[in-house]
């Protein structure tokens, strides 16, 4: 059974900290990550993707992905109250569907 | 370039009822996913349909079925609602099955609700 694990959360973080999400995997061989936000009763929109070992930024954001340990992260730098959403993290498998995470609730508190 | 469009944006019918809902992929996508989501679950896989033909099929009973049509749009038809069918429907697309790794594109979705 291929799965993506997170932790629901809620994480609280207050503002202008780091959030750091978490997520692993247990399909060896996905190749491919990916992170959403998703609002509340709004549809994901993804916001970082990430294919090789070490770090991808993108602004504010940070993906992190060490494939030994099949594990992967999303550093949030200087967090604002608009970035309180859920965040889902997803694996690409090799039949080329996504494998989703339940998502971590994100609160950041000003 | 236009994204994903799925229509109605709220649906309600009534139990027993059957519903319809809509999802144009973005323009080359082959791939459509659908999704249910009640309040404040998770994404539950519905369908996944690539170039026509059914590729996969999430553990949802048989009155949960779909098509692709010529043009990559799809539809997710609900027949015999029951309450517990009220959700956020999602719509998704990909470019399809090929070894370039990429991501999913939602649409706004279709919030049914059955009373």
């Known amino acids: 059974q291929k799965e993506v694990e997170q932790n629901s959360g809620p994480l609280s973080v207050p503002e202008g900290a780091i959030a750091s999400l978490n997520c692993t995997y247990s399909?060896?061989?996905?190749?491919?990550f990916f992170w959403y936000r998703q609002y509340s009763g709004k549809s994901p929109e993804l916001i970082m993707s990430?294919?090789s070992n070490g770090d991808k930024e993108d602004g504010r954001f940070t993906a992190q992905l060490n494939k030994a340990s099949q594990y992967v992260s999303l550093l949030i730098r200087d967090s604002q109250p608009s970035d309180s959403a859920t965040y889902l993290c997803?694996?690409?498998?090799?039949?080329?569907?996504?494998?989703w995470g339940a998502g971590t609730k994100l609160i950041i508190k000003p | 370039e236009a994204g994903v469009t799925q229509s109605p944006t709220h649906l309600i019918k009534t139990r027993g009822q059957q519903a319809t809902l809509r999802c144009s992929p973005i323009?080359?996508?082959?791939?459509v996913y659908w999704y249910q989501q009640a309040l404040g679950l998770g994404l539950q896989f519905l369908l996944w349909?690539?170039?026509?033909?059914?590729?996969n099929r999430g553990n949802f009973p048989p009155r949960f079925s779909g098509r692709q049509f010529p043009n990559y749009s799809s539809e997710l038809n609900v027949n015999a609602l029951e309450l517990e069918d009220s959700a956020l429907y999602l719509c998704?697309?990909?470019?399809?099955?090929?070894?370039?790794?990429?991501?999913?594109?939602f649409g706004s979705g279709t919030r049914l609700t059955v009373v």
């Open positions: 998704a697309s990909s470019p399809g099955r090929r070894p370039v790794p990429y991501g999913y594109t």
């Open positions: 323009s080359g996508h082959t791939s």
């Open positions: 349909y690539d170039e026509g033909e059914e590729r």
């Open positions: 399909d060896r061989g996905s190749q491919s």
């Open positions: 990430i294919y």
């Open positions: 997803a694996a690409r498998d090799s039949n080329y569907q996504l494998i």
